[in-house]
């Protein structure tokens, strides 16, 4: 499965930005799918996650009430809806894929190229 997400920009806090994470090469809806972010100078974290079906969600305490995943099997994309932006959420993001949704990124056979998201105060 190739992973390709985009969507990343500038934007100013209290904004909004939706990623996109468009899979090729595979049977994506057997797939979960998350979003991990690095900032600078920090380790990659765990941003949000959906299962296969779209049935479950999964999201980091710092993004809760404020990010949303939703999948589209058919077009083979993951949408993360982000709303209420602060500057703390700057970071590269990256979707991966596997076949459960984990909170390790080491649990991920497959990674997106990563799309960069800036947020001004």
């Known amino acids: 499965v190739q992973l390709q997400a985009s969507g990343g920009g500038l934007v100013q806090a209290g904004g909004s930005l939706r990623l996109s994470c468009a899979a090729s090469g595979g049977t994506f809806r057997n797939y979960g799918v998350a979003w991990f972010r690095q900032a600078p100078g920090k380790e990659r974290e765990f941003v949000g996650g959906?299962?296969?079906?779209?049935?479950?969600?999964y999201y980091a305490d710092s993004v809760k009430g404020r990010f949303t995943n939703v999948r589209d099997n058919a077009k083979n994309t993951v949408y993360l809806q982000m709303n209420s932006l602060k500057p703390e959420d700057t970071a590269v993001y990256y979707c991966a894929a596997a076949r459960d949704v984990s909170y390790s990124a080491r649990q991920y056979d497959y990674w997106g190229q990563g799309t960069l998201v800036t947020v001004s105060s």
């Open positions: 959906i299962n296969w079906s779209g049935g479950s969600t």
